[in-house]
């Protein structure tokens, strides 16, 4: 399932489009991090045309963190990279990479109009991919953006076979396996040197383009649960 | 060179909109036939943001034929199909056969944004294009459907190959051998049972699929000079 994710939008028209390309492209399911306006008022409600369902069911959240919690994979849709905002994917080889998750909960982040999204934001999505646009104008209207994010969706879906394949992990089993790792380095001392997040993020974004199944999480979480106890031991032994 | 040709468009925010995603997309020029609106006004030019110098330099006309004259091929995007307006492509083949048409004069047009384009506008065109869209509700708006169209091109432009291969024939040398098959069938007295619009719209789709360079026009022209000649002389002898 996929959650389009909209974070302090400011413009009534754009998240009534917003919707209305939701439903031209069969996604129902709306989060709104702080709105900056009111996504039930008239103008909304107008753009959206036979879309106002998804308006009338979008969920508000007051922090991007909150509105992600169900997510087994989180992507910022976004132009602009950075030192620590590295681009995973291009939208069409993020639809390709979305067939291992068929009946997971996916949600897709879109900034604000003006500025987009902050680095913070940023990394608490799994992946960062981008749209290929004009280097005279790059800068694509956000209802537009939603349009075409959702459309290369759809469009590869319509190739894809009606088997689903290898399943990637649930979140949870994902997560347990990340902690394990995290927890490894830690035993390590590993974090005087290299903070935490930053080393979480890198390891992550690596392994959720792996398309990890539920089975590779349980195999690397029990490799990690043996690293950390043999250095655990060695401790013990040096002391 | 790609043209976006808008058909009595109401909205000067569609119309704003629409520059936008064309200079999103690098395409440049714009035709209007008949807008509904003044495609200069404040709001267009809002909408536009930076695009506003496509808004100033679109071309305006009174009939669709009139703007499509100098296209080396024309495209309706609609996603109406009924007996006489059969689908060609879905928009992702379209671009792909797009290929074959670099440095050609490539016209796309978009309809109004109540009830698109009128069975004779769509026969104008070369092709029928459609983009696939929810059943629950397919009408997307209007700037998003060029929106998407351009993207798709413009995505499937980034994995060409830089040389261009076979090129496709122009409008004129297209546009002979046509005439030389029309005139060939006219000879037959074909035009009795089968009105001449109907098989020339029938074989025009056929040809303009097959993605024909100038030689190939050559042949085809010469091919049915000849039968013409042989028909000619037949029915010469019979008298």
Redesign the interface.
């Known amino acids: 399932m996929i959650t389009v994710v909209l974070v302090e939008t400011e413009g009534e ?1 754009n998240i009534g ?1 917003v919707a ?2 939701m ?4 996604v129902d399911c709306l989060a709104l991090v702080n709105p900056r306006c009111d996504h039930l008022s008239k103008n909304a409600l107008n753009y959206a ?3 106002s369902e998804i308006l009338e069911q979008a969920k508000v959240f007051t922090s991007l963190r909150e509105a992600l919690e169900d997510a087994d994979l989180s992507a910022a849709i976004t132009r602009r990279t950075g030192q620590w905002r590295k681009r995973d994917f291009i939208i ?1 080889d993020f639809s390709n990479f979305l067939a291992g998750y068929k009946d997971r909960n996916v949600s897709l982040v879109f900034g604000r109009e003006k500025y987009g999204l902050t680095n913070e934001e940023i990394r608490s999505a799994d992946l960062i991919c981008s ?4 280097d ?6 956000l ?2 953006a939603v ?2 994010t959702l ?2 969706i ?2 590869t879906n ?1 190739h894809k076979p009606s088997h689903t394949g290898k399943l990637t992990a649930s979140r949870e089993q994902y997560a347990i396996m990340l902690e394990s790792i995290m927890s490894a380095f830690d035993e390590m001392d590993f974090f005087r040197t290299v903070p935490s997040w930053r080393l979480k993020n890198y390891i992550n974004k690596i392994l959720i383009r792996a398309g990890l199944d539920g089975n590779d999480c349980l195999i690397i979480k029990n490799l990690f649960t043996r690293v950390r106890g043999k250095f655990q031991s060695l401790l013990r032994q040096g002391r």
């Open positions: 028209e489009a209305r390309a439903m031209n492209m069969d045309v036979h879309a069409e749209i290929p646009s004009s005279k104008f790059p800068s694509i209207n209802s537009q349009m075409i459309y290369d759809y469009r319509l």
